[in-house]
């Protein structure tokens, strides 16, 4: 079974930059798609990120919304069962608790749905506060 565990959240002032890290365990990451979601306090939980499997057809394809796109990076490093989120530029609106999370199926195209995945971390605070 898939185990995710995020690292890299902390405390930021704005315009300031965090690399968040999810590391997996109990399989291969090489196979899933990887999404980063976030939740803001009263929030519903929303999708930042997503990274397909770099070895299914859509060949590590990556998704943004438009509220982070040109900020965010989602990467890969397969060797090291790790899914990165780079933040530059980050803002107040930014904060959040930040998860990853996994579909139950491996290959799956990038889908910033929530319901399509299977697999979640414990989450990791990012506050962006001066």
């Known amino acids: 079974q898939l185990q995710l565990v995020e690292s890299g959240g902390g405390l930021v002032q704005p315009g300031g930059s965090l690399r968040l890290s999810c590391v997996a365990s109990g399989n291969t990451l090489k196979w899933y798609t990887i999404g980063w979601f976030r939740q803001a306090p009263g929030k519903e939980r929303e999708a930042v990120s997503c990274?397909?499997?770099?070895?299914?057809?859509?060949?590590?394809?990556?998704n943004y919304p438009d509220s982070v796109k040109g900020r965010f990076t989602i990467s890969r490093d397969n060797a090291k069962n790790t899914v990165y989120l780079q933040m530059n530029s980050l803002k107040p609106e930014d904060t959040a608790i930040y998860y990853c999370?996994?579909?139950?199926?491996?290959?799956?195209?990038?889908?910033?749905?929530?319901?399509?995945?299977?697999?979640w971390g414990q989450g990791t605070q990012v506050t962006v506060s001066s």
């Open positions: 999370a996994a579909p139950f199926a491996y290959l799956l195209p990038c889908t910033d749905f929530e319901g399509d995945y299977h697999y």
């Open positions: 990274i397909s499997s770099s070895i299914s057809s859509s060949n590590g394809s990556t």
